[in-house]
């Protein structure tokens, strides 16, 4: 059975830095694309990050700059590393796992969700 565990949520104030992870189980994901999604409340769940299984990465045009993703295949796991986060970062962050190619990355896409992290970013 795959489970992907997020982790590293949590509260920061604007101008801050935090760093998701996502540890995946139940097979190898090596060839899979990765990556991240948000949503906020009363908002549909958007696209924030995504990174092929060679390392190619596509960001959503909100967090180009400050956000950085990454992956360890050794360790089946993904990485956020988040920037000058703002107020309307604050949403729930999902980890993905998905058999299409990073440039499609889309919820319609996905083939396995992690349960959330919370992100919450103070003015």
């Known amino acids: 059975q795959v489970h992907l565990v997020e982790s590293g949520g949590g509260l920061v104030q604007a101008g801050g830095s935090l760093r998701l992870s996502c540890a995946a189980s139940?097979?190898?994901?090596?060839?899979?694309?990765m990556g991240w999604f948000r949503q906020a409340p009363g908002k549909e769940r958007d696209f924030v990050a995504g990174?092929?299984?060679?390392?190619?990465?596509y960001y959503a045009d909100s967090v180009k700059g400050r956000f950085t993703i990454s992956r360890d295949n050794a360790k089946n796991t993904v990485y956020l590393q988040m920037n000058m986060l703002k107020p309307e970062d604050t949403a729930v962050y999902y980890c993905?796992?998905?058999?299409?190619?990073?440039?499609?990355?889309?919820?319609?896409?996905?083939?396995?969700w992690g349960q959330g992290t919370q992100v919450t970013v103070s003015s």
């Open positions: 139940g097979r190898t994901f090596s060839a899979d694309t």
């Open positions: 990174v092929s299984w060679s390392s190619s990465t």
């Open positions: 993905a796992v998905s058999s299409h190619p990073v440039r499609i990355f889309a919820t319609t896409r996905v083939d396995y």
